[in-house]
């Protein structure tokens, strides 16, 4: 018979030979790199070899959310007294290992990481039986989003930030409302407070979903959704060939990450969950910084200014060069956007 304390150890055991496994693969990396992450034209193996062990070493943390739902995360915990931690918030359907190498470099740069799966996303539980978006009220992200802050980074660490992309950002402005007491500051890359709905206008766009969510098509893909580029050339989110690559290998490999689509339901929720933030009046004690991208054909970046316009607390940088994912850029953007993160951290 197996006892509980032999199956802690045998836990134990594993995260230990993760960790050196960790360790050899970053000193395969420096050596064959020269103590250097390389550039992206070099990246693909440094990520195979390097990133992708290091992110495997995390610790794994795993969270009832709202509605009993379970939630998957992962946390790089620096040695040391406690001090700074950074949560990552990704974007609509993607899963936290795709955020590895923004991971491993805010660790890099002395920073305790942690990033957690949405529901129905990632490695989270799924809501309905389909490789798609779909949520009940979009509190409940909010809602899970915090209750991973509380639970596993604020209890640990003096200062608590949060990193949020795209629906990410979305969700973060809306904690940063409701919760300001749980975090120190927001980084919003991109974020969702408005989406494009082309062909239509938000009005009417509005006005349709709520109408087949009521006529209970809520579970059906949504109204005028588009399927994700088949390839490099016709993506719409970043100029990083390798990056994009890396992201779609990563779905490849690991198929049951896979969100193809949205739903009504899940897009209705987004217009309430922008419209909310919109409506807000100047409610931020926090500071937030908005990373705004040059090009963006998922959100509309004049919503930015204007909120970052009626939150005195709040700065926005615009980084020439970029698409909508910023932090999955060409080297030289992406540097520029990790860069300000860091100063807005230190400087908080």
């Not at 996303?121 to 949520?135: A, F, H, K, L, T």
């Not at 629906?167 to 890359?189: F, K, T």
Request: charged share 20%; with cysteine.
């Amino acid at each position: 018979m197996i006892t509980k304390s032999y199956e802690s150890q045998l836990a134990k055991d594993d995260i230990m030979i993760l960790r050196l496994l960790f360790l050899g693969a970053l000193i395969f990396g420096q050596i064959a790199y020269g103590f250097q992450k390389p550039t992206e034209q070099n990246l693909a193996p440094f990520h195979a070899n390097t990133i992708m062990p290091f992110f495997n070493s995390g610790k794994q943390i795993n969270v009832i959310g709202e509605k009993g739902i379970q939630l998957k995360g992962y946390g790089f915990i620096q040695s040391g007294p406690a001090s700074t931690a950074i949560v990552l918030a990704p974007g609509w359907g993607e899963a936290a290992r795709k955020y590895a190498e923004v991971t491993y470099d805010l660790y890099e740069a002395g920073y305790s990481v942690f990033v957690m799966d949405h529901r129905g996303q990632g490695e989270s539980q799924r809501i309905i039986n389909c490789p798609c978006s779909y949520v009940e009220d979009y509190k409940y992200y909010v809602e899970d989003l915090a209750k991973f802050i509380r639970q596993e980074v604020r209890p640990h660490f003096t200062k608590v930030f949060l990193v949020g992309h795209s629906m990410g950002g979305g969700i973060s402005a809306n904690l940063v409302q409701r919760y300001p007491e749980i975090i120190d500051g927001a980084v919003l890359s991109s974020p969702m407070l408005q989406v494009i709905t082309d062909p239509y206008n938000e009005v009417v766009a509005q006005s349709l979903t709520k109408a087949m969510v009521m006529i209970g098509k809520g579970k059906e893909r949504r109204l005028f959704d588009k399927d994700k580029p088949a390839d490099f050339a016709t993506n719409i989110g970043t100029h990083s060939e390798v990056r994009y690559k890396i992201s779609r290998d990563l779905i490849e490999l690991n198929p049951a990450l896979k969100t193809g689509w949205a739903t009504n339901r899940w897009l209705n929720e987004v217009f309430e969950m922008t419209n909310n933030i919109r409506k807000s009046k100047d409610e931020t004690k926090v500071p937030v910084m908005i990373l705004q991208s040059e090009v963006d054909k998922y959100v509309v970046n004049s919503t930015q200014n204007k909120l970052c316009t009626a939150w005195k607390n709040c700065v926005l940088h615009p980084i020439p060069g970029t698409l909508h994912e910023i932090l999955m850029e060409s080297d030289a953007a992406r540097n520029k956007a990790l860069g300000l993160i860091k100063e807005f951290v230190n400087k908080n």
